[in-house]
Protein backbone atom coordinates (compact mmCIF):
# COMPACT_ATOMS: atom_id res chain seq x y z
CA UNK A 1 0.00 0.00 0.00
CA UNK A 2 1.14 3.58 -1.02
CA UNK A 3 3.07 4.80 2.17
CA UNK A 4 1.88 8.64 1.47
CA UNK A 5 -1.09 9.83 2.42
CA UNK A 6 -2.64 13.76 1.98
CA UNK A 7 -3.07 15.66 4.61
CA UNK A 8 -3.64 19.74 5.90
CA UNK A 9 -0.39 20.19 7.54
CA UNK A 10 0.02 23.95 9.63
CA UNK A 11 4.09 23.92 10.55
CA UNK A 12 4.25 27.46 11.88
CA UNK A 13 1.39 29.02 14.15
CA UNK A 14 -0.71 31.64 12.15
CA UNK A 15 -4.27 31.85 10.94
CA UNK A 16 -6.12 29.51 8.50
CA UNK A 17 -3.58 30.99 5.58
CA UNK A 18 -0.51 28.60 7.62
CA UNK A 19 -2.22 25.62 6.61
CA UNK A 20 -1.11 23.64 3.24
CA UNK A 21 -2.58 20.58 1.52
CA UNK A 22 0.71 18.34 1.51
CA UNK A 23 2.11 14.55 0.68
CA UNK A 24 3.20 13.63 4.20
CA UNK A 25 4.24 10.11 5.50
CA UNK A 26 1.33 8.11 6.24
CA UNK A 27 1.15 7.16 10.03
CA UNK A 28 2.09 3.81 11.27
CA UNK A 29 0.19 2.43 14.70
CA UNK A 30 2.25 1.73 17.19
CA UNK A 31 1.46 -1.62 19.67
CA UNK A 32 -1.65 -0.22 21.54
CA UNK A 33 -2.59 2.39 18.73
CA UNK A 34 -5.36 1.78 15.87
CA UNK A 35 -5.13 3.53 11.90
CA UNK A 36 -7.81 4.72 10.83
CA UNK A 37 -8.92 5.42 6.95
CA UNK A 38 -10.56 8.90 7.98
CA UNK A 39 -14.04 9.15 5.82
CA UNK A 40 -15.03 12.54 7.44
CA UNK A 41 -13.90 15.06 10.40
CA UNK A 42 -14.89 18.16 11.42
CA UNK A 43 -14.01 21.60 12.82
CA UNK A 44 -14.02 22.79 16.58
CA UNK A 45 -13.27 25.70 17.90
CA UNK A 46 -10.13 23.37 19.87
CA UNK A 47 -8.67 23.46 16.41
CA UNK A 48 -8.12 26.81 15.69
CA UNK A 49 -7.23 27.38 19.23
CA UNK A 50 -4.12 25.32 18.14
CA UNK A 51 -3.66 26.41 14.95
CA UNK A 52 -2.69 30.12 16.03
CA UNK A 53 -1.02 28.97 19.66
CA UNK A 54 -3.76 30.83 21.48
CA UNK A 55 -4.33 31.19 24.22
CA UNK A 56 -0.62 31.15 25.10
CA UNK A 57 -0.90 28.87 27.80
CA UNK A 58 -2.02 26.17 25.27
CA UNK A 59 1.77 26.30 24.16
CA UNK A 60 2.98 25.63 27.33
CA UNK A 61 0.47 23.09 28.54
CA UNK A 62 0.78 20.95 25.26
CA UNK A 63 1.23 22.88 21.83
CA UNK A 64 4.61 23.93 21.63
CA UNK A 65 6.14 27.14 22.80
CA UNK A 66 7.33 27.83 19.32
CA UNK A 67 6.34 26.22 16.99
CA UNK A 68 3.51 23.52 17.03
CA UNK A 69 4.29 19.62 18.18
CA UNK A 70 1.65 18.27 16.19
CA UNK A 71 1.56 19.63 12.51
CA UNK A 72 -1.77 17.84 11.37
CA UNK A 73 -5.09 19.15 13.66
CA UNK A 74 -8.42 17.75 13.49
CA UNK A 75 -10.33 16.23 16.38
CA UNK A 76 -12.85 14.52 15.32
CA UNK A 77 -13.15 11.75 13.12
CA UNK A 78 -15.15 9.02 11.30
CA UNK A 79 -14.03 6.22 9.28
CA UNK A 80 -12.74 2.75 8.92
CA UNK A 81 -10.23 0.88 10.98
CA UNK A 82 -7.73 0.14 8.37
CA UNK A 83 -4.82 -1.87 10.77
CA UNK A 84 -4.55 -2.55 14.53
CA UNK A 85 -1.74 -2.61 16.87
CA UNK A 86 -0.59 -6.42 17.94
CA UNK A 87 -1.75 -4.93 21.57
CA UNK A 88 -5.40 -3.62 20.68
CA UNK A 89 -7.89 -5.81 21.03
CA UNK A 90 -10.93 -3.67 20.67
CA UNK A 91 -11.42 -3.09 17.07
CA UNK A 92 -10.25 -5.22 14.16
CA UNK A 93 -9.62 -3.83 10.22
CA UNK A 94 -12.86 -3.08 8.57
CA UNK A 95 -14.65 -1.80 11.38
CA UNK A 96 -16.44 1.34 10.86
CA UNK A 97 -15.85 3.93 14.06
CA UNK A 98 -15.89 7.61 15.03
CA UNK A 99 -14.92 9.48 17.71
CA UNK A 100 -12.23 12.14 18.64
CA UNK A 101 -8.92 11.50 18.63
CA UNK A 102 -7.21 15.07 19.82
CA UNK A 103 -4.72 15.88 16.45
CA UNK A 104 -4.53 14.09 13.20
CA UNK A 105 -7.93 14.30 11.99
CA UNK A 106 -7.52 16.67 8.98
CA UNK A 107 -5.62 13.50 6.83
CA UNK A 108 -6.37 10.77 4.59
CA UNK A 109 -5.35 8.25 7.63
CA UNK A 110 -4.75 9.30 11.11
CA UNK A 111 -3.60 6.58 14.22
CA UNK A 112 -4.84 6.73 17.76
CA UNK A 113 -5.77 5.02 21.05
CA UNK A 114 -8.67 2.71 20.76
CA UNK A 115 -10.06 4.45 23.76
CA UNK A 116 -10.84 7.07 21.86
CA UNK A 117 -13.28 5.66 19.12
CA UNK A 118 -16.45 4.07 19.18
CA UNK A 119 -17.84 1.53 16.89
CA UNK A 120 -20.32 3.31 14.20
CA UNK A 121 -23.85 2.29 14.57
CA UNK A 122 -24.91 0.83 11.26
CA UNK A 123 -27.64 3.35 10.37
CA UNK A 124 -24.95 6.49 11.23
CA UNK A 125 -23.58 7.89 8.33
CA UNK A 126 -19.67 8.70 8.21
CA UNK A 127 -21.35 12.29 7.39
CA UNK A 128 -23.16 12.53 10.61
CA UNK A 129 -20.74 10.28 12.85
CA UNK A 130 -17.59 12.91 11.44
CA UNK A 131 -19.21 15.72 13.18
CA UNK A 132 -20.00 14.37 16.75
CA UNK A 133 -16.60 14.01 18.56
CA UNK A 134 -15.55 17.21 20.78
CA UNK A 135 -19.10 18.80 20.60
CA UNK A 136 -21.43 15.69 21.33
CA UNK A 137 -19.01 14.71 24.22
CA UNK A 138 -19.03 18.47 25.53
CA UNK A 139 -22.46 18.64 25.46
CA UNK A 140 -23.55 15.50 26.93
CA UNK A 141 -20.44 15.66 29.73
CA UNK A 142 -21.86 19.56 30.69
CA UNK A 143 -25.59 18.38 31.08
CA UNK A 144 -25.68 14.93 32.48
CA UNK A 145 -22.52 15.51 34.81
CA UNK A 146 -21.21 18.89 35.52
CA UNK A 147 -24.68 20.01 35.87
CA UNK A 148 -26.59 17.01 36.79
CA UNK A 149 -29.64 18.08 34.70
CA UNK A 150 -32.42 16.47 36.41
CA UNK A 151 -36.14 16.03 34.28
CA UNK A 152 -38.54 19.14 34.78
CA UNK A 153 -35.19 21.37 35.45
CA UNK A 154 -34.76 25.00 33.63
CA UNK A 155 -32.15 24.78 31.67
CA UNK A 156 -30.47 27.70 29.90
CA UNK A 157 -28.20 27.22 26.69
CA UNK A 158 -26.04 30.27 25.85
CA UNK A 159 -25.09 29.62 22.67
CA UNK A 160 -27.48 27.41 21.50
CA UNK A 161 -26.94 27.53 17.92
CA UNK A 162 -23.41 26.60 17.42
CA UNK A 163 -21.29 22.94 17.59
CA UNK A 164 -21.87 22.55 21.43
CA UNK A 165 -25.40 24.26 21.63
CA UNK A 166 -27.33 22.20 19.28
CA UNK A 167 -26.39 19.05 20.64
CA UNK A 168 -26.66 20.38 24.03
CA UNK A 169 -30.81 20.99 23.16
CA UNK A 170 -31.51 18.25 21.95
CA UNK A 171 -29.64 16.58 24.71
CA UNK A 172 -30.99 18.32 27.55
CA UNK A 173 -34.26 17.44 26.01
CA UNK A 174 -33.52 13.68 25.93
CA UNK A 175 -32.84 14.62 29.77
CA UNK A 176 -36.39 15.85 30.43
CA UNK A 177 -35.53 19.01 30.79
CA UNK A 178 -37.41 22.59 30.52
CA UNK A 179 -34.70 23.91 27.63
CA UNK A 180 -34.61 27.82 26.83
CA UNK A 181 -32.12 28.39 23.90
CA UNK A 182 -30.47 31.82 23.31
CA UNK A 183 -29.22 32.84 20.05
CA UNK A 184 -29.27 35.67 17.53
CA UNK A 185 -32.21 36.10 15.32
CA UNK A 186 -31.13 34.46 12.24
CA UNK A 187 -30.98 31.07 14.19
CA UNK A 188 -34.20 31.39 16.29
CA UNK A 189 -36.23 28.77 14.26
CA UNK A 190 -32.94 26.33 13.80
CA UNK A 191 -33.03 26.21 17.68
CA UNK A 192 -36.52 25.67 17.66
CA UNK A 193 -36.44 23.35 15.37
CA UNK A 194 -34.14 21.36 17.61
CA UNK A 195 -36.83 21.20 20.44
CA UNK A 196 -36.06 23.86 22.38
CA UNK A 197 -39.27 24.75 24.65
CA UNK A 198 -38.21 28.27 24.74
CA UNK A 199 -36.29 30.49 22.20
CA UNK A 200 -34.76 33.62 23.16
CA UNK A 201 -33.17 35.86 20.40
CA UNK A 202 -30.05 38.16 22.34
CA UNK A 203 -30.30 40.56 19.75
CA UNK A 204 -33.66 41.53 21.48
CA UNK A 205 -34.12 40.18 25.11
CA UNK A 206 -31.26 39.96 27.73
CA UNK A 207 -32.33 36.94 29.58
CA UNK A 208 -30.16 38.37 32.36
CA UNK A 209 -33.22 40.79 33.10
CA UNK A 210 -35.98 38.58 32.68
CA UNK A 211 -37.84 37.21 35.05
CA UNK A 212 -37.30 33.69 34.68
CA UNK A 213 -34.60 32.03 36.47
CA UNK A 214 -32.84 28.54 35.55
CA UNK A 215 -31.53 25.46 37.73
CA UNK A 216 -28.37 25.13 35.08
CA UNK A 217 -27.09 27.58 32.48
CA UNK A 218 -24.76 25.87 29.77
CA UNK A 219 -22.54 28.95 29.24
CA UNK A 220 -21.09 28.29 25.85
CA UNK A 221 -21.32 32.01 24.41
CA UNK A 222 -19.36 32.81 27.81
CA UNK A 223 -19.78 36.42 27.42
CA UNK A 224 -21.77 37.66 30.05
CA UNK A 225 -20.07 38.59 33.20
CA UNK A 226 -20.69 36.70 36.92
CA UNK A 227 -22.88 39.13 38.39
CA UNK A 228 -24.95 39.16 34.80
CA UNK A 229 -25.63 35.37 35.21
CA UNK A 230 -25.78 35.01 38.92
CA UNK A 231 -29.20 37.75 38.45
CA UNK A 232 -30.49 34.66 35.76
CA UNK A 233 -29.49 31.53 38.25
CA UNK A 234 -32.37 30.11 40.92
CA UNK A 235 -31.28 29.31 44.45
CA UNK A 236 -29.28 25.84 44.35
CA UNK A 237 -28.64 26.15 40.88
CA UNK A 238 -25.31 25.86 38.40
CA UNK A 239 -23.46 27.58 35.70
CA UNK A 240 -21.78 25.15 33.65
CA UNK A 241 -18.99 27.50 32.42
CA UNK A 242 -17.76 25.76 28.78
CA UNK A 243 -17.25 28.45 26.62
CA UNK A 244 -13.33 30.12 26.62
CA UNK A 245 -13.45 33.38 28.95
CA UNK A 246 -9.94 33.95 30.56
CA UNK A 247 -11.18 36.32 32.95
CA UNK A 248 -14.21 34.26 33.79
CA UNK A 249 -12.49 31.04 34.25
CA UNK A 250 -9.92 32.85 36.69
CA UNK A 251 -12.42 34.52 38.44
CA UNK A 252 -14.30 30.66 38.98
CA UNK A 253 -11.12 28.72 39.05
CA UNK A 254 -9.53 31.29 42.27
CA UNK A 255 -12.83 32.20 43.87
CA UNK A 256 -15.60 30.35 42.50
CA UNK A 257 -16.81 28.68 46.44
CA UNK A 258 -17.03 32.13 47.68
CA UNK A 259 -18.76 33.62 44.23
CA UNK A 260 -21.51 31.48 44.74
CA UNK A 261 -22.10 30.43 47.83
CA UNK A 262 -25.34 32.15 48.38
CA UNK A 263 -28.32 29.74 48.14
CA UNK A 264 -26.56 26.98 46.99
CA UNK A 265 -24.94 28.60 43.87
CA UNK A 266 -22.05 26.81 41.98
CA UNK A 267 -20.50 27.13 38.82
CA UNK A 268 -18.63 24.63 37.52
CA UNK A 269 -15.30 24.91 35.05
CA UNK A 270 -14.25 21.71 33.25
CA UNK A 271 -12.73 20.63 29.82
CA UNK A 272 -14.51 17.57 28.32
CA UNK A 273 -12.95 13.87 28.32
CA UNK A 274 -13.36 11.19 25.90
CA UNK A 275 -14.59 8.85 27.28
CA UNK A 276 -15.34 5.11 24.76
CA UNK A 277 -18.69 4.96 26.67
CA UNK A 278 -20.02 8.34 26.24
CA UNK A 279 -19.52 7.89 22.80
CA UNK A 280 -21.07 5.00 22.56
CA UNK A 281 -24.62 6.80 24.54
CA UNK A 282 -23.90 9.77 21.56
CA UNK A 283 -23.85 7.26 19.02
CA UNK A 284 -27.18 5.08 20.13
CA UNK A 285 -28.96 8.84 20.30
CA UNK A 286 -27.92 9.31 16.50
CA UNK A 287 -29.04 5.70 15.69
CA UNK A 288 -32.33 6.04 17.57
CA UNK A 289 -33.15 9.40 16.24
CA UNK A 290 -32.94 10.95 19.31
CA UNK A 291 -30.00 13.76 18.79
CA UNK A 292 -29.10 14.65 14.77
CA UNK A 293 -26.46 17.01 13.78
CA UNK A 294 -26.49 19.75 12.37
CA UNK A 295 -24.16 20.39 9.56
CA UNK A 296 -24.05 23.81 8.44
CA UNK A 297 -20.91 23.66 6.00
CA UNK A 298 -19.11 20.92 4.41
CA UNK A 299 -16.03 21.16 2.44
CA UNK A 300 -13.04 19.24 0.91
CA UNK A 301 -10.28 18.01 3.03
CA UNK A 302 -8.11 20.66 0.70
CA UNK A 303 -10.47 23.54 1.69
CA UNK A 304 -10.03 22.98 5.05
CA UNK A 305 -8.79 26.26 5.79
CA UNK A 306 -11.83 28.16 4.36
CA UNK A 307 -13.79 26.16 6.86
CA UNK A 308 -11.51 27.24 9.64
CA UNK A 309 -11.75 30.57 8.45
CA UNK A 310 -15.68 30.20 8.43
CA UNK A 311 -15.44 28.12 12.49
CA UNK A 312 -13.43 31.55 13.60
CA UNK A 313 -16.37 33.66 12.43
CA UNK A 314 -17.93 32.01 15.82
CA UNK A 315 -21.17 32.21 13.70
CA UNK A 316 -21.38 28.61 12.53
CA UNK A 317 -24.70 27.25 12.51
CA UNK A 318 -23.99 23.93 13.86
CA UNK A 319 -21.30 22.08 12.68
CA UNK A 320 -18.50 22.86 9.47
CA UNK A 321 -18.16 19.12 8.22
CA UNK A 322 -15.07 17.94 5.96
CA UNK A 323 -15.75 15.13 3.93
CA UNK A 324 -12.51 13.10 3.13
CA UNK A 325 -12.76 10.00 1.65
N1 LIG B 1 -14.85 23.10 28.02
C1 LIG B 1 -14.77 22.27 26.99
O1 LIG B 1 -14.45 21.08 27.14
C2 LIG B 1 -15.15 22.77 25.61
C3 LIG B 1 -15.38 21.84 24.59
C4 LIG B 1 -15.82 22.32 23.36
C5 LIG B 1 -15.96 23.69 23.14
N2 LIG B 1 -15.64 24.54 24.14
C6 LIG B 1 -15.81 25.99 23.96
O2 LIG B 1 -17.22 26.23 23.94
C7 LIG B 1 -17.51 27.32 23.10
C8 LIG B 1 -18.56 26.91 22.08
O3 LIG B 1 -18.04 25.90 21.23
P1 LIG B 1 -18.80 25.57 19.87
O4 LIG B 1 -18.09 24.42 19.24
O5 LIG B 1 -20.25 25.49 20.12
O6 LIG B 1 -18.46 26.91 19.06
P2 LIG B 1 -19.08 27.43 17.72
O7 LIG B 1 -19.71 26.33 16.95
O8 LIG B 1 -18.06 28.26 17.05
O9 LIG B 1 -20.25 28.39 18.26
C9 LIG B 1 -20.69 29.33 17.43
C10 LIG B 1 -21.98 29.84 18.00
O10 LIG B 1 -21.73 30.78 19.03
C11 LIG B 1 -22.87 31.62 19.06
N3 LIG B 1 -22.63 32.94 19.62
C12 LIG B 1 -21.69 33.83 19.23
N4 LIG B 1 -21.84 34.96 19.96
C13 LIG B 1 -22.91 34.74 20.81
C14 LIG B 1 -23.56 35.52 21.80
N5 LIG B 1 -23.17 36.78 22.05
N6 LIG B 1 -24.59 34.98 22.51
C15 LIG B 1 -25.01 33.71 22.25
N7 LIG B 1 -24.43 32.94 21.30
C16 LIG B 1 -23.39 33.46 20.58
C17 LIG B 1 -23.22 31.75 17.58
O11 LIG B 1 -24.63 31.82 17.53
P3 LIG B 1 -25.35 33.10 16.91
O12 LIG B 1 -24.77 33.28 15.52
O13 LIG B 1 -26.78 32.67 16.93
O14 LIG B 1 -24.99 34.20 17.83
C18 LIG B 1 -22.75 30.49 16.91
O15 LIG B 1 -23.82 29.66 16.51
C19 LIG B 1 -16.17 27.76 22.48
O16 LIG B 1 -15.66 28.81 23.27
C20 LIG B 1 -15.29 26.54 22.65
O17 LIG B 1 -13.92 26.87 22.73
C21 LIG B 1 -15.25 24.12 25.37
Not at 152 to 164: C, D, H, P, T
Not at 295 to 312: C, F, N
Request: charged share 20%; proline share 5%.
Amino acid sequence: MNDKMQAITSRTYGGPEVMKLEQVERPEPRLNQVLVKVAATSINPYDWHFLRGSPFLIRLAESGLFAPKNIVLGADVSGTIEAVGKNVTAFKPGDEVFGDIGVGGFAQYAVCAPNRLSLKPQNVSFADAGVVGIAGLTALQALRDWGQVKPGQKVLINGASGGVGTYAVQIAKQLGAEVTGACSTANVELVRSLGADHVIDYKKTDFTQEPTKYDVIIDLAANRSIGDIKRAMLPKSVWVLVGLNIKNMLMVGLFGRWLFTESGKNAVLKIAEVLPEDLKTLGNMLAEGDVRPVIDRSYALKDTPIGVEYVETMRAKGKVAITVA
